[in-house]
């Protein structure tokens, strides 16, 4: 999965994303910017481009047919002989990226 970085990550109270909204889209549509809203200092939105939200969708629907697909194959399988594939799956990966 490849991740779009954006400008920058800037946090707003939101009594401040109220009162400079308008500036708020501005430097995220024209300068990439992304803004994370947080209400008593805990992040409960953001405001990001349309092409990381669209990102993150494709991204979204691609890993939930990989796992329909995974399901399918395996429908009749034992449950622990899938478990032990998935394990020695990942430690290859871990493996692999040391």
């Not at 889209?25 to 809203?37: L, N, T």
């Not at 399988?77 to 394990?87: F, H, I, K, S, T």
């Amino acid at each position: 999965m490849q991740v779009v970085q954006v400008a920058s990550d800037k946090q707003v109270g939101i009594a401040q994303a109220r009162q400079k909204f308008g500036s708020i889209v501005e430097s995220v549509q024209y300068d990439g910017e992304a803004f994370v809203i947080s209400r008593n200092g805990k992040p409960v939105a953001a405001v990001v481009p349309v092409r990381i939200l669209e990102q993150y969708q494709n991204e979204r629907e691609k890993l939930f047919g990989l796992i329909e697909q995974v399901q399918a194959v395996n429908q009749n399988a034992d449950p622990d002989e899938v478990m032990n594939d998935v394990l020695e799956a990942q430690q290859g990966l871990r493996s692999k990226q040391k």
